[in-house]
C-alpha cells in the first residue's frame, strides 16, 4: 500500500511547496555549483548550516525566480529564508482578498509599508514580482538601507516603485517615516527578536536546517 502524501506546510502560492530544483538554479546562479552536496538519499543540497551556501542559494532562488541580477548582504547581517518570506506575503496577499471580495488586489497602487526592511530588500523584491505592489521600506539601520538601496538601484522592476527612508528615532515606528497625506494598504514587519547578532545568526541557521529537513528542500522537482 503506498503511503499517503505528506501535504506541504508552504503556502499554495508558495514556488517552493515541492522543493528546490537545484539544477535549474545551478543553471540561473553557477556560482551555486561549489555548495551543492548529495543528500543522504542522493539528492542535490547544500550545507543549510552554511552561511556562504545559503546566501549562494538565496541569490540562486532570486535570480531564477524573481529576476533579480544583483543581490548581496554586508558582513553579519541576516540572510532570509526566500521560501519563508514568500510565505508570508503570500498569506498577507490573502488577508488583503478576504477585503476585497475574495480577489487578491494586484498593481502599483497597492502601498505597502515595510517596517524593517533590512539590508536584503526581501519583501519588497517578492512583493514586486509577485503582485506588482509598490513598497515603502524603513529602517533604523542607516547601513542596512545603503545595502537595501544598492539592491533596489541595480534591479530595475524595483527602483521606480520602491521608497526606502531612514528612521532616526528608534523608538518610533511610523512617525518620521509617514507622511501626513500618506495611507498605505499593507503593513508588514519582521522584527528580530534576538539578544544578539549570535542569537540570531543561530535562529536563522535552524530556520533553513528546519526548511531543508521539514520539505527535503534539496529534491528536484
Known sequence: MNSPQRKSPMHERNLYRDGYDMAKLAASFPELQAHLIVSQVGTSTIDFSDIHAVTALNQ????????????????????????????????????????????????????????????????????????????????????????????????????????????????????????????FDLVVCNPPFYADEAEAQEASARKWKNLGKSKDMGSTR
Do not use: M
Request: with cysteine; glycine share 10%.
Open 60 to 183: 540562486a532562488l532570486l535570480a531564477s525566480d524573481y529576476g533579480v541580477s544583483e543581490w548581496s548582504l554586508p558582513e553579519g547581517y541576516l540572510c532570509p529564508p526566500v521560501p519563508g518570506r514568500a510565505d508570508y506575503l503570500h498569506y498577507t496577499a490573502d488577508l488583503l482578498a478576504s477585503h476585497n471580495s475574495g480577489y487578491i488586489p494586484n498593481g502599483v497602487g497597492i502601498q505597502v509599508l515595510d517596517v524593517g526592511v533590512g539590508a536584503s530588500a526581501i519583501y519588497p523584491i517578492i512583493g514586486r514580482k509577485t503582485y506588482n505592489w509598490s513598497f515603502v521600506g524603513c529602517d533604523v539601520d542607516a547601513e542596512a538601507l545603503q545595502s537595501a538601496r544598492h539592491i533596489v538601484d541595480q534591479n530595475p522592476f524595483l527602483t521606480e516603485h520602491v521608497q526606502l527612508r531612514l528612521q532616526k528615532n528608534p523608538t518610533h515606528f511610523f512617525k518620521g517615516i509617514v507622511g501626513g497625506e500618506e495611507a
